[in-house]
């Protein structure tokens, strides 16, 4: 969903976006069927993927690990060891922090994609606010 809101609004040569596992149960493994149908329900491409682990490399090539949930950002920042200071909660950057709860255990596949919609937006706003990114 970042991915596709770069593009929209055009900031595609300003930033990029990848995706990694804090724990190995979905390596390798294409993204859920309910994510799948959410995001074609509300037009967001699918881009090609299949679910890695997050490297301590990672922590030296991207600027912000962002993970949806305290277990996620305690286990990136064990993996990203000196790079863990870069690791937040996505609503991290909203006036109310707090996790995204994760679909695979609610089924709540719609109330997942609106939280994510809000954390992206506030996330960009951050960037934008704070000078990091320009419009």
């Not at 990029?16 to 993204?31: K, L, M, Y």
């Not at 719609?110 to 990114?133: C, K, M, P, Q, S």
């Amino acid at each position: 969903m970042l991915a596709h809101e770069i593009v929209r609004r055009g900031w595609q040569e300003k930033m990029s976006v990848a995706s990694a596992a804090t724990h190995f149960d979905e390596i390798g493994n294409p993204p859920h069927r309910g994510t799948v149908k959410k995001l074609a329900e509300v037009g967001v491409p699918l881009v090609p993927h299949r679910a890695r682990i997050l490297t301590r490399g990672d922590g030296a090539r991207f600027d912000y690990i962002i993970g949806m949930d305290e277990e996620n950002r305690a286990r990136a920042r064990a993996i990203l060891g000196e790079y863990a200071g870069k690791v937040s909660l996505l609503f991290d950057y909203s006036p109310h922090p707090r996790a995204i709860a994760d679909p695979w255990y609610t089924g709540d596949f719609d109330a997942t994609y609106r939280d994510l919609a809000e954390g992206i937006e506030y996330f960009l706003d951050y960037l934008v606010r704070e000078g990091i990114l320009e419009t």
